[in-house]
């Protein structure tokens, strides 16, 4: 099942099993069509709710340094709840935006954007409507299935630069990842090589894990669990050429990846940003201007 479908079906038998509960919890003297809203209503109401556990736990578990006001956690955790909504109540399950046609100049950067844990392709729209990457001959992949193993992503990863680079005449891509995206990267990488890979930018990329990685459903989440053989066997296999060739952008204010060091890897350059969470970032000016640079800087170089 695509995460599309996944997201439709789940989202129909929450609004149902809310609006049956409704209907069990409502005095007899309600009208009855009171029941539909509020079960429309359940998920604009669990959304901010998981989001703000994640942000105690990380207060708890890995306080963020430096500390900040109130204001700026509750100015964080409203951003990550719109942002969550926007991509998982519309453009994950009702986006039918497909890839824009490539144009076959070699000299254009070809770059290939790969989204992260329960995501699909649709996560990228703002930053391709926003035009950031006009100049760039751009793609985007689906990593299925939804709750598979990472490593098997790498062919998924593969197949996609294979097509890249086919229709666009580039000899080497730029890979834009976010989140669990960048691991399926680095699991390209060390199955293909980088050969054909000119550089990888992450944005909060769990590097080193997180702990909801144990909370996670399928493989992928386990393997991003702190500490799990997986990532273990992805660092020990990496050159300090290959590392040299990675841009970490990471957010002091990551909901998710908790300890907060996780997207930074030893010996990749690092951009560090304020104000924004985990997923919210990919929607985030100020990271698309770090992107658009390294851009031009490989193309300059």
């Known amino acids: 099942m695509t995460l599309a479908n996944h997201l439709r079906l789940t989202l129909l038998v929450v609004v149902t099993a809310g609006a049956a509960l409704a209907a069990w919890w409502l005095p007899d003297t309600s009208p009855h069509w009171l029941a539909l809203p509020i079960g429309f209503a359940l998920p604009f109401v669990f959304a901010p709710i998981m989001l703000g556990i994640q942000v105690l736990v990380g207060a708890i578990v890995d306080p963020r340094q430096p500390r900040t006001t109130l204001m700026h956690v509750l100015g964080v955790w409203w951003r990550e709840t719109l942002a969550s909504l926007h991509v998982f109540l519309w453009l994950q399950p009702f986006s039918t935006r497909s890839d824009a046609a490539l144009v076959r100049d070699p000299q254009r950067p070809a770059v ?16 391709l409507n926003a ?18 193993d990472i490593d098997g992503y790498a062919e998924v ?51 080193h894990g ?24 992805l660092a020990a296999n990496e050159s300090e050429a290959r590392r040299a060739k990675f841009v970490c952008i990471a957010t002091r204010d990551d909901n998710l990846l908790v ?39 490989v193309a300059r170089a």
């Not at 006009?134 to 598979?148: M, S, Y």
């Not at 997180?210 to 989440?221: C, D, K, Q, S, Y």
């Open 157 to 207: 990863v593969a197949a996609a630069i294979d097509r890249l680079l086919a229709a666009s005449g580039a000899a080497r891509v730029i890979l834009v990842c976010h989140s669990m995206g960048g691991l399926a990267a680095r699991a390209y990488l060390r199955r293909f090589g980088d050969v054909r890979v000119d550089r990888v930018i992450t944005l909060a990329a769990p590097h």
């Open 259 to 297: 300890p907060r060091s996780s997207p930074l890897l030893p010996g990749a350059s690092e951009r560090v940003i304020e104000g924004v969470g985990h997923l919210a970032l990919i929607e985030d000016q100020r990271a698309w201007r770090i992107v658009a640079e390294e851009i031009r800087s």
């Open 131 to 148: 035009g950031v990457l006009r100049d760039c001959n751009v793609a985007t992949v689906n990593l299925e299935p939804v709750f598979g």
């Open 210 to 233: 997180t702990v909801f990685g144990r909370l996670g459903m399928g493989t992928n989440a386990k393997q991003m669990a702190a500490g799990s053989p997986f990532l273990e066997d």
């Open 112 to 127: 290939l954007l790969i989204h992260g844990y329960v995501c699909n392709r649709a996560v990228w729209q703002p930053l």
